[in-house]
């Protein structure tokens, strides 16, 4: 599960990192605050952004084994 809170986040961060999330926080247009707090709560997690690397590079090699397209999910 990730944080779902700015304050989880933060929390969920190791210290090093808290100033630039702060930063990055504070410095969001409000139409992208979203975004940034969802890459950062994903940054919490670096096991789950590993998994998307390996993933994305088996794609890029062009092994789409076990890979379904949104559009063949149907309605």
Do not use: C, N, Q, Y
């Amino acid at each position: 599960m990730l944080p779902r809170t700015i304050d989880g986040v933060r929390a969920a961060l190791p210290p090093e990192r808290w100033g630039e999330f702060e930063r990055a926080v504070g410095e969001a247009p409000a139409e992208e605050l979203f975004g940034v707090v969802g890459h950062w709560a994903i940054e919490t997690r670096p096991e789950l952004r590993a998994r998307d690397e390996e993933i994305f590079a088996r794609l890029d090699a062009g092994d789409f084994s076990g890979f379904t397209a949104a559009e063949d999910l149907g309605p």
